[in-house]
C-alpha cells in the first residue's frame, strides 16, 4: 500500500481529497497536516511513500517546505497539489526537488495516476506542463519576468502582494528589516518596477496570488 500525507490548510480539500484517494485500492491516506511546520514535525516520527503538498498556507509556504523535506526526508517523493496553474509555479518547484505538479482542478484519476507514478520514484507532469517544457525547449515558451527571481525573491514578492508590509515579512521569515528591504530592492530592480502597487498588480494579472 502506498501511504499519503495531505497537507492543506483546508479541511474542506484534505476531505476531498482523501475521499477521491481512498477510491485505489492500492493507496490511502494514512496522516494529514494543516501546515508545513506541523509536517515537518510528523516526518520526524512517521513513514510515508508519498507527500501530497500544497503551495499557499499560512505558517509556511509550500516553496520553504518543500526545501525543509529535502533536507530531512531527500528520497521522499513530494507531489505538489495546488490551485495555481502549472506555468506560474510548476518548474520553480520541478526545480526545487519535487516528483510532480497537479492542479486542483484536474480529473481524480490523474491524481491517482500521479501518486503512483512518484511513488515508483519517478516524476509526474500534466500533459499542459509537457507541453510546456516542450515549447521552454525549443524557445517558444513565453517566458515570465518573475522567473528571473530567486525563490527567496519570488517569496517576498508574493507576501509583498498579499499586503504584508516589510515589518510584517521579516518577521514571517525570521529576518531582519534591513534584509527584506534589500529583497524588495532586488525584486523592483529585476522586474524593472517602481513600487509595491506594480508589484500587487502583476502578481494579480499573473494569477500568483
Not at 502549472?86 to 484519476?109: D, F, H, T
Not at 524588495?184 to 529585476?190: A, Q
Given at each position: ?79 505538489i497539489f495546488t490551485v495555481y496553474p502549472e506555468e506560474q509555479y ?120
Amino acid at each position: 500500500m502506498i501511504k499519503v500525507i495531505i497537507v492543506d490548510d483546508h479541511a474542506v480539500v484534505r476531505k476531498g481529497l482523501k475521499q477521491i484517494i481512498e477510491d485505489a485500492q492500492d493507496i490511502f491516506v494514512s496522516d494529514e497536516a494543516s501546515s508545513g511546520n506541523e509536517l515537518l514535525e510528523k516526518l520526524s516520527d512517521n513513514q510515508y511513500d508519498v507527500i501530497m503538498l500544497d503551495i499557499s498556507m499560512p505558517d509556511k509556504d509550500g516553496l520553504d517546505t518543500l526545501k525543509d523535506i529535502r533536507f530531512q526526508a531527500p528520497e521522499l517523493p513530494v507531489l505538489i497539489f495546488t490551485v495555481y496553474p502549472e506555468e506560474q509555479y510548476a518548474m520553480r518547484v520541478l526545480k526545487s526537488g519535487a516528483a510532480g505538479y497537479i492542479n486542483k482542478e484536474c480529473e481524480p484519476e490523474e491524481i491517482i495516476k500521479a501518486i503512483r507514478k512518484v511513488a515508483e520514484g519517478r516524476k509526474y507532469i500534466s500533459p499542459e506542463l509537457a507541453e510546456i517544457l516542450a515549447n521552454s525547449i525549443d524557445g517558444k515558451g513565453h517566458h515570465a519576468d518573475h522567473e528571473n527571481l530567486s525563490d527567496r525573491e519570488f517569496q517576498v514578492m508574493l507576501m509583498i502582494a498579499s499586503g504584508k508590509t516589510v515589518k510584517e515579512i521579516a518577521a514571517e521569515l525570521s529576518l531582519s528589516v534591513n534584509t527584506i528591504s534589500t529583497y524588495r530592492i532586488r525584486i523592483l530592480e529585476k522586474m524593472k518596477m517602481k513600487n509595491n502597487a506594480e508589484i500587487t498588480r502583476y502578481a494579480i494579472n499573473n494569477k500568483l496570488v
